[in-house]
């Protein structure tokens, strides 16, 4: 994952006034995982990442920049 999108949901989570520990309390995802990966130090796979999305209430969308297809990924 690259920083842009942690950067992204560090800034969602502190609009919602949420915490790492909210975040884990809801994924599962031990708080030291979580703050692993929003600071760059471990790898977020994409079911890591949605299940992230989904307890700030957020999705992701993929565009093709060949076709201009717009994937929603739930």
């Given at each position: 994952m690259t920083t842009n999108?942690?950067?992204?949901i560090l800034?969602?989570?502190e609009r919602q006034g949420k915490k790492a520990?909210?975040?884990?309390a809801k994924t599962g995802i031990p708080k030291w995982n979580l703050?692993?990966?929003l600071h760059g130090q471990r790898?977020?796979?994409?079911?890591?990442?949605i299940?992230?999305?989904?307890s700030l209430?957020?999705?992701?969308?993929i565009?093709?920049?060949k076709t201009g297809e717009i994937i929603n990924v739930e």
């Open positions: 999108v942690t950067a992204l800034k969602e989570m520990s909210n975040i884990s703050s692993r990966y790898a977020m796979d994409m079911d890591t990442l299940i992230i999305l989904k209430q957020c999705s992701l969308q565009r093709n920049n």
